[in-house]
């Protein structure tokens, strides 16, 4: 979403998201969960964080508790 400002502004008009195509046991990505951390940094002030990844890495150790589904 950081590479799509118009799907971003749509993303941030939201509060919940679902994937109705999620399997648990046959993947570990969630579309829904990385819209809905997407929206959450961008809240919180903290998505340009995320630009590079070990900012990433460094800012979903220190706030996993914040990000947990």
Known sequence: ????????????????????EFNPEKSINCQAKAAATFVSLSR?????RVKDVGEFIDLMRESNS???I
Request: glycine share 4%; net charge negative.
């Open 44 to 48: 919180m002030g903290l998505v340009e």
């Open 66 to 68: 914040l990000f947990t």
């Open 1 to 20: 979403l950081l590479e799509n400002e118009k799907l971003a502004k749509i993303a941030l008009e939201y509060d919940a998201f679902t994937d109705v």
